[in-house]
């Protein structure tokens, strides 16, 4: 039984590039969550999605970051313009309805 | 919104000794309190958790109190072994679907 899977796992991009970063959920799962931790800190949330819905996005930038979960294919978290704060960790998890969260590998975002 | 603070940032450890990290939360309906475990270069991994309606929870080795009056939960490993060495997020959510997260607790396990 395949877990959250995520990629690219790492990725390097100039400023000003855009970033796509991929996030397929568990099976059985139709809710995905966005969460990015910086160096040395928590992970802080982005965006909640279901299948075709933006739930909440209370915790995403308002400019540059949008995030998507098509009927068909992954979720994707997209960032245009990048700059280098935008450097970090994304972490997607994903659950059933309102349980428990369980998470992906990760991408490592780098931009320079 | 809610904020969750987190104790120790750093702890040290003898193999065989018992480790505790202590979170509290602010928002009073906060009812869910998960635990993850992240390794390095890996996603955090949920090991344990309790709802509000609970006081305390117990996995093997692992369990966690929740004091709902006092707004802190507890993490307690007993019987420390060096692979529980990692970085252990403490997380709280209310009702709506955001996990908000401690800062951190990396935990050393020395043989």
């Known amino acids: 039984n395949a877990g959250v899977m995520q990629n690219p796992r790492h990725l390097v991009r100039r400023r000003g590039q855009e970033a796509r970063l991929r996030c397929s959920p568990m099976?059985?799962?139709?809710?995905v969550y966005w969460y990015r931790q910086l160096p040395e800190e928590g992970l802080k949330f982005m965006v909640y999605l279901q299948k075709e819905n933006i739930i909440d996005e209370s915790g995403m930038p308002k400019e540059r970051f949008s995030a998507e979960f098509p009927k068909e294919g992954p979720s994707i978290l997209r960032i245009q313009q990048v700059v280098r704060g935008d450097s970090a960790a994304y972490f997607c998890?994903?659950?059933?309805?309102?349980?428990?969260?369980?998470f992906g590998p990760g991408t490592r975002l780098t931009v320079t | 919104g809610e904020n969750v603070e987190q104790h120790p940032s750093t702890l040290s450890v003898q193999e065989g000794d018992s480790a505790v990290i202590k979170c509290t939360y602010s928002?009073?309906?906060?009812?869910?309190f998960p635990w993850y475990k992240q390794e390095l270069g890996k996603g955090p991994q949920l090991i344990i958790d309790i709802r509000s309606n609970v006081g305390e929870k117990k996995d093997q080795r692992i369990a966690v109190t929740l004091n709902k009056t006092a707004k802190h939960f507890s993490l307690h490993i007993t019987e420390t072994q060096p692979e529980d060495s990692a970085v252990y997020f403490c997380?709280?959510?209310?009702?709506?679907?955001?996990?908000?997260f401690g800062k951190g607790t990396s935990l050393l396990v020395t043989p």
């Open positions: 998890a994903s659950s059933r309805e309102n349980y428990e969260q369980y």
């Open positions: 099976k059985g799962h139709s809710h």
């Open positions: 928002d009073s309906a906060s009812n869910y």
């Open positions: 997380a709280a959510r209310n009702s709506g679907y955001a996990l908000n």
